[in-house]
Nanobody, 122 residues
Framework: QVQLVESGGGLVQPGGSLRLSCAASGSIANIYAMTWYRQAPGKQRELVASAIRGGSITNYDGSVEGRFIISRDNAENTVDLAMRSLNPDDTGVYYC???????????????WGQGTQVTVSS
């Protein structure tokens, strides 16, 4: 069982930056994928960025590539999401997910945090 706690959300102006952090209660060293998802009001939850195994393999949604960076620290059991050049379309609740196996990553199951709100508005 892994518990995930997200932090770092808030209100930011367009063009600004935020850094989200996800802290796991247990070791994430053997977790296949650590992923950030987001859900905007009235929309489905979407994958933002994933860090696979040690973190050297990363995947990004096209809308955030080049602006967001995911970093995974298996020693500290954390996964961060550094976000820059934020725009209103980035607004939503950001969730951290730990998928222990590949099939859980594909099915978007595994462990979920409670989410942290990010609002981009002037």
């Amino acid at each position: 069982q892994v518990q995930l706690v997200e932090s770092g959300g808030g209100l930011v102006q367009p063009g600004g930056s935020l850094r989200l952090s996800c802290a796991a209660s247990g070791s994430i060293a053997n977790i296949y994928a650590m992923t950030w998802y987001r859900q905007a009001p009235g929309k489905q939850r979407e994958l933002v960025a994933s860090a696979i195994r040690g973190g050297s393999i990363t995947n990004y949604d096209g809308s955030v590539e080049g602006r967001f960076i995911i970093s995974r620290d298996n020693a500290e059991n954390t996964v961060d999401l550094a976000m820059r050049s934020l725009n209103p379309d980035d607004t939503g609740v950001y969730y951290c997910n730990a998928a222990p196996e590949w099939d859980e990553y594909i099915r978007r199951t595994g462990y979920w945090g409670q989410g942290t709100q990010v609002t981009v508005s002037s």
